[in-house]
């Protein structure tokens, strides 16, 4: 609770200026994506990819994560805290061709599934649901957790969890 002079502030009020001024990724995650064309507040047009991709519903979820992140092509390598750290990228055009594929895993898992790239060099494709959950997927779904947390996973080579058919 707050009181006239300051005299007593509540821990949110106290700590605000901190929560607000806390990085968004950590050094290693941050120099990783900066390295491969990111950074903050990048905003690029997807108009192409929403043409192209015609044959994939495209949620507001592909939206987001396209616009801040297509194009990129990361280049991590060596080992990570559970699988190997290996480049991705993000370009929904990796996946034309794979319509099929992607509306069989979407129907089997009960989701809508978009491509939004590529990882292990073409083993796997990367997908995003309507709910921000992003996917390693290819005959089968990998959960990476929802946009940020998944680009963690990515760059320290966390491996995902293998999603159980419901």
């Known amino acids: 609770m707050r009181e006239l002079c300051g005299a007593s502030l509540s821990l949110q009020d106290r700590f605000q200026d901190e929560i607000l001024m806390m990085p968004r990724f950590s050094s290693e995650i941050?120099?990783?994506?900066?390295a491969a064309?990111?950074?903050?507040?990048?905003?690029?047009?997807?108009?192409?990819?929403?043409?192209?991709?015609?044959?994939?519903p495209m949620h507001v979820a592909a939206e987001e994560i396209l616009r801040e992140f297509g194009g990129?092509?990361?280049?991590?390598?060596?080992?990570?805290v559970t699988c190997?750290?290996?480049?991705?990228?993000?370009?929904?055009?990796l996946a034309v061709?794979?319509?099929d594929r992607f509306l069989e895993l979407s129907r089997r898992f009960d989701c809508s599934l978009f491509p939004v790239g590529m990882k292990d060099s073409g083993d796997f494709f990367l997908a995003i649901d309507e709910d921000g959950t992003?996917?390693?997927?290819?005959?089968?779904l990998f959960s990476l957790g929802h946009g940020d947390d998944a680009l963690e996973?990515?760059?320290?080579?966390v491996a995902g969890e293998r999603v159980r058919t419901p």
Not at 30 to 34: F, I, M, P, V, Y
Not at 37 to 50: E, K, L, Y
Not at 72 to 80: E, T, Y
């Open 97 to 99: 061709g794979e319509e």
């Open 134 to 140: 992003v996917y390693a997927l290819m005959n089968w």
């Open 37 to 56: 064309g990111w950074f903050p507040g990048r905003q690029v047009d997807i108009s192409a990819w929403r043409n192209s991709m015609q044959g994939f």
């Open 153 to 157: 996973r990515l760059v320290t080579g």
């Open 30 to 34: 941050e120099g990783a994506l900066r």
């Open 84 to 93: 190997m750290r290996t480049p991705f990228e993000f370009d929904p055009e």
């Open 72 to 80: 990129i092509h990361v280049q991590v390598s060596g080992p990570g």
